[in-house]
T-cell receptor
Framework: GAVVSQHPSRVICKSGTSVKIECRSLDFQATTMFWYRQFPKQSLMLMAT?????????EQGVEKDKFLINHASLTLSTLTVTSAHPEDSSFYIC?????????????FGQGTRLTVV | AQSVAQPEDQVNVAEGNPLTVKCTYS??????LFWYVQYPNRGLQFLLKYITGDNLVKGSYGFEAEFNKSQTSFHLKKPSALVSDSALYFCAVRDVNSGYSTLTFGKGTMLLVSP
């Protein structure tokens, strides 16, 4: 199956700093990438959908100025958590899809554990 | 709107016994259904999917699931559980007629297989 690589897998940052998380599709072109947030013992919450070359579409309640998403190429999307606070600590997961795979499974990255201290 | 229900927070089973993780769904049209597994601090791994065709779908690691349209269910099953199957399992649904991007996940079911 297709491979999605997410980096870093774990990051600890100080409150007030920004953190960038990368999501790469290694062997296919991802026209669309999705960013999820997962709280402990809870399901995945879709934060935003990004299409290559256009602005991301954010889900209701997600602050677009705090969670900056860039999808500059068909293989890379980034999520930047700006001015991070402890409440932003969470597990962030990206997934990628392509128009050619309509109806099939989405491919997920390994996830990033963000801890803001 | 589409939704997924996983009624059990946790399922406990002894190694070697059959296991079932339940999932029911709601979509306005025809569903695409998926099961994913998540190990601690890891992303989701795809197990299997139902798109069309046979109601019984076989997937990775010996798992299978049966699509039941009348009961709007897609329960995950395995004939003989392994300790290594212990993980968090997510059922997901997408309406065939919705944008292909929109997957809705259940809340997850923790499977614990005891030796």
């Amino acid at each position: 199956g297709a491979v999605v690589s997410q980096h870093p897998s774990r990051v600890i940052c100080k409150s007030g700093t920004s953190v960038k998380i990368e999501c790469r599709s290694l062997d296919f072109q991802a026209t669309t990438m999705f960013w999820y947030r997962q709280f402990p013992k809870q399901s995945l919450m879709l934060m935003a959908t990004s299409n290559e070359g256009s602005k991301a579409t954010y889900e209701q309640g997600v602050e677009k100025d705090k969670f900056l998403i860039n999808h500059a190429s068909l293989t890379l999307s980034t999520l930047t958590v700006t001015s991070a606070h402890p409440e932003d600590s969470s597990f962030y997961i990206c997934s990628a899809g392509t128009n050619g795979l309509r109806g099939t499974e989405a491919f997920f990255g390994q996830g990033t554990r963000l801890t803001v201290v | 709107a589409q939704s997924v229900a996983q009624p059990e927070d946790q399922v406990n089973v002894a190694e070697g016994n059959p296991l079932t993780v339940k999932c029911t769904y709601s979509v306005s049209g025809n569903p695409y259904l998926f099961w994913y597994v998540q190990y601690p601090n890891r992303g989701l791994q795809f197990l299997l999917k139902y798109i069309t065709g046979d109601n019984l779908v076989k997937g990775s690691y010996g798992f299978e699931a049966e699509f039941n349209k009348s009961q709007t269910s897609f329960h995950l099953k395995k004939p003989s559980a392994l300790v290594s199957d212990s993980a968090l399992y997510f059922c997901a649904v997408r309406d065939v007629n919705s944008g292909y991007s929109t997957l809705t996940f259940g809340k997850g079911t923790m499977l614990l297989v005891s030796p």
